[in-house]
């Protein structure tokens, strides 16, 4: 699954299981079952991953799905978003050793760096908020055009159904439920995908995007 990028995989994986444990980034009974239910879990995403886009990996956390993901797909540009310091620290320091060039760490919020960083082709996201609340702070961050993809456990479609309204307020045109990771994972990996039209977040946050937009432009005029 790793291809070259095994040797840096095994070192992530020890990464986790000790100053991820130490730091309270992933609980120690996860340990014994890092490598199916964690990193080949997320890293499998990337079979639905378009070649060469944007990714922002929303509330990364200890760098999952994003950091697998960054570590079979050097092709991405990858932003691992995340809001608290200790997290962020963490991110750093694994993408500093594992020489990941193509990914870089923001902290803060999602929905506190709408125009501060570039619209994304994709959103990723695990274990982060229930799909509706998920929606509200990473279909905001999309490009148009763009997608959402959330891994999710064996209550996706129940989620997706609760979620649909929330979802077309938010401008989403199309959802589906995919099953990735044949061969690799077992059970294979859950993905809600959600695609938008030309206006990711609907009417309120264009207009946000807007503001946002010409804030950018002064600041940089200054």
Same mark, same amino acid.
């Given at each position: 699954?790793?291809?070259?990028?095994?040797?840096?995989?095994?070192?992530?994986?020890?990464?986790?299981?000790?100053? *991820?444990?130490?730091? *309270?980034?992933?609980?120690?009974?996860?340990?014994?079952?890092?490598?199916?239910?964690?990193? !080949?879990?997320?890293?499998?995403?990337?079979?639905?991953?378009?070649?060469?886009?944007?990714?922002?990996?929303?509330?990364?956390?200890?760098?999952?799905?994003?950091?697998?993901?960054?570590?079979?797909?050097?092709?991405?540009?990858?932003? !691992?978003?995340?809001?608290?310091?200790?997290?962020?620290?963490?991110?750093?320091?694994?993408?500093?050793?594992?020489?990941?060039?193509?990914?870089?760490?923001?902290?803060?919020?999602?929905?506190?760096?709408? *125009?501060?960083?570039?619209?994304?082709?994709?959103?990723?996201?695990?274990?982060?908020?229930?799909?509706?609340? !998920?929606?509200?702070?990473?279909?905001?961050?999309?490009?148009?055009?763009?997608?959402?993809?959330?891994?999710?456990?064996?209550?996706?479609?129940?989620?997706?159904?609760?979620?649909?309204?929330?979802?077309?307020?938010?401008?989403?045109?199309?959802?589906?439920?995919?099953?990735?990771?044949?061969?690799?994972?077992?059970?294979?990996?859950?993905?809600?995908?959600?695609?938008?039209?030309?206006?990711?977040? *609907?009417?309120?946050?264009?207009?946000?995007?807007?503001?946002?937009?010409?804030?950018?432009?002064?600041?940089?005029?200054?």
């Amino acid at each position: 699954m790793f291809g070259d990028r095994f040797a840096d995989a095994v070192r992530y994986a020890e990464l986790l299981a000790e100053a *991820g444990v130490q730091r *309270g980034l992933i609980g120690p009974r996860e340990v014994p079952r890092l490598w199916e239910r964690h990193l !080949l879990n997320c890293a499998v995403l990337s079979e639905v991953v378009p070649e060469g886009v944007t990714v922002c990996d929303v509330g990364s956390g200890a760098g999952l799905p994003g950091i697998p993901l960054a570590l079979v797909r050097e092709d991405l540009k990858i932003t !691992l978003l995340e809001p608290l310091l200790r997290r962020t620290n963490f991110l750093s320091e694994v993408v500093e050793l594992l020489g990941l060039d193509h990914v870089t760490v923001v902290r803060g919020r999602a929905e506190e760096v709408m *125009g501060k960083i570039q619209p994304v082709h994709v959103v990723t996201a695990r274990a982060v908020a229930p799909l509706d609340r !998920l929606a509200t702070w990473g279909i905001p961050l999309l490009r148009p055009y763009g997608e959402m993809l959330a891994l999710k456990g064996d209550a996706a479609e129940e989620e997706l159904k609760s979620a649909s309204a929330a979802l077309s307020k938010l401008g989403a045109v199309e959802t589906s439920i995919l099953h990735v990771g044949e061969g690799v994972v077992d059970p294979m990996s859950t993905v809600v995908r959600v695609e938008v039209g030309e206006s990711p977040g *609907g009417v309120r946050f264009a207009a946000k995007r807007a503001k946002a937009a010409r804030t950018g432009r002064a600041r940089r005029r200054r």
